[in-house]
Nanobody, 115 residues
Framework: QVQLVESGGGLVQAGGSLRLSCAAS????????MRWYRQAPGKQRELVAS???????NYADSVKGRFTISRDNTLNTMYLQMNSLRPEDTAVYYC?????????WGQGTQVTVPS
């Protein structure tokens, strides 16, 4: 059984920062990809950032230069450092890990940036 526990969401003023964490536990032998998604009210879930086991990263255009994804392979933990937050970043943020033959999602953490 694999579990993902997210933390770090909250309310922050525009221009502020938050750091999300996603800790994976259970029978995990290797993680191919770790990804952050977000879903705003009334919108589809979108991919925000992705990191491979080797540390290669990709970002949505809307967050490039403001968000940084990272991972600690020894802890099976992923992070999303979010700087210069904007009201349009308001969403529920989900982490996802992709392992050989399967994938898992976190429960989501709310990030709110008031306009």
């Amino acid at each position: 059984q694999v579990q993902l526990v997210e933390s770090g969401g909250g309310l922050v003023q525009a221009g502020g920062s938050l750091r999300l964490s996603c800790a994976a536990s259970g029978s995990i032998f290797s993680i191919n990809f770790m990804r952050w998604y977000r879903q705003a009210p009334g919108k589809q879930r979108e991919l925000v950032a992705s990191i491979t086991s080797g540390g290669s990263t990709n970002y949505a255009d809307s967050v490039k230069g403001r968000f940084t994804i990272s991972r600690d392979n020894t802890l099976n933990t992923m992070y999303l450092q979010m700087n210069s937050l904007r009201p349009e970043d308001t969403a529920v943020y989900y982490c996802r890990i992709i392992v050989p033959g399967d994938d898992y999602w976190g429960q989501g953490t709310q990030v709110t940036v008031p306009s």
